[in-house]
């Protein structure tokens, strides 16, 4: 099946063989992983976690790896996958080269991917086809009758910031090794800001104050990909026959990753804890507000 599939695009017209074998895969792998943050949000339900915060951070954490190893890591093996995967085992040792030569040869598939997700990601982020259907579903079926409620949602962490952490991921891997798809990155995240102010500002409401408790996660994503890119380096300066340049790029690791582990001890309770000070200050300014009893009637259902 497959071989038919090849000699059809193979004998296709030079300009539709390029948009299957350039557009058409990142444009499927978008439409796949659209579902993606929806059903992980659902694991993080049944998971038990009492608060919508623990859930989102829950289902982030889970959309970013799925992300990582599916869009990432497989988009890198070229060839068959099982051959692939049976490789990688029975040579362990070489997977740090097939990961460099893979990388440099997949660097078009990535531009193709971030145009993609700028385009039609943040077209659909505008539009929200998905939740209008939804909703007319939900109006039609199992809440016909009831009161229609505003159409209004919360800003969906879960599901933004893992694929803004997957395009961070892809620039600092890449930005060394081949920096073709830099300048598109750029664009995609100055379209992403235009996008999501104006999301934030007329569209989403706020639910609850995330104060903060994504930035910790944000900055664990980034330090991956700071490491995978130096791993990267090491793997291609092997391949490139500089030993020296190989080994110079060690202590680099060691220090990002003491670094990493200092942010935890130095900053990281900050996020994780609020001072009495900060919560008596903020209570009186509620109080000064008004919002006393607003703040009572959410905290409610705050944990529903």
């Given at each position: 099946m497959f071989h038919s599939v090849t000699s059809h695009t193979l004998q296709a017209p030079p300009g539709l063989r390029s948009f299957i074998t350039g557009y058409l895969p990142s444009a499927i792998l978008n439409g796949f992983i659209y579902i993606v943050p929806f059903a992980m949000i659902g694991l993080a339900r049944l998971v038990g976690y009492i608060s919508q915060s623990k859930k989102d951070i829950n289902a982030c954490n889970l959309v970013f790896y799925f992300l990582v190893?599916?869009?990432f890591f497989l988009s890198l093996l070229s060839g068959s996958l099982l051959d692939q995967i049976g490789e990688s085992f029975s040579h362990p040792k070489d997977i740090p080269n097939r990961l460099a030569s893979a990388v440099s040869a997949q660097a078009d598939f990535f531009v193709a991917y971030i145009l993609t997700n700028g385009l039609a990601g943040f077209s659909l982020?505008?539009?929200?086809?998905?939740?209008?259907?939804?909703?007319?579903?939900?109006?039609?079926?199992?809440?016909?009758?009831?009161?229609?409620r505003p159409y209004v949602y919360s800003l969906?962490?879960?599901?933004?910031?893992?694929?803004?952490?997957?395009?961070?991921?892809?620039?600092?891997?890449?930005?060394?090794?081949?920096?073709?798809?830099?300048?598109?990155?750029?664009?995609?995240?100055?379209?992403?800001?235009?996008?999501?102010?104006?999301?934030?500002?007329?569209?989403?409401?706020?639910?609850?104050?995330?104060c903060g408790l994504y930035w910790p996660y944000v900055h664990h994503y980034i330090i991956v990909a700071i490491i995978l890119m130096q791993v990267t380096m090491i793997s291609l300066f092997g391949l490139k026959?500089?030993?020296?340049?190989s080994f110079s790029v060690i202590p680099l690791m060691v220090v990002i990753i003491l670094f990493n582990e200092y942010c935890k001890m130095r900053?990281?309770?900050t996020f994780n804890h609020v001072s009495i000070q900060d919560a008596k200050n903020n209570d009186e300014l509620d109080k000064k507000d008004g919002l006393m009893e607003e703040n009572v009637r959410k905290a409610l259902d705050a944990y529903c």
């Open positions: 190893g599916n869009v982020e505008i539009l929200q086809p998905g939740l209008l259907l939804w909703d007319a579903l939900k109006s039609h079926t199992w809440d016909r009758g009831k009161k229609k969906p962490y879960y599901s933004i910031i893992p694929f803004v952490a997957l395009c961070m991921l892809i620039g600092i891997v890449y930005e060394v090794v081949s920096p073709l798809p830099l300048p598109f990155l750029v664009g995609y995240f100055l379209l992403g800001y235009a996008v999501f102010i104006n999301q934030i500002e007329d569209v989403y409401i706020t639910t609850y104050e995330t026959a500089k030993p020296s340049a900053f990281l309770p």
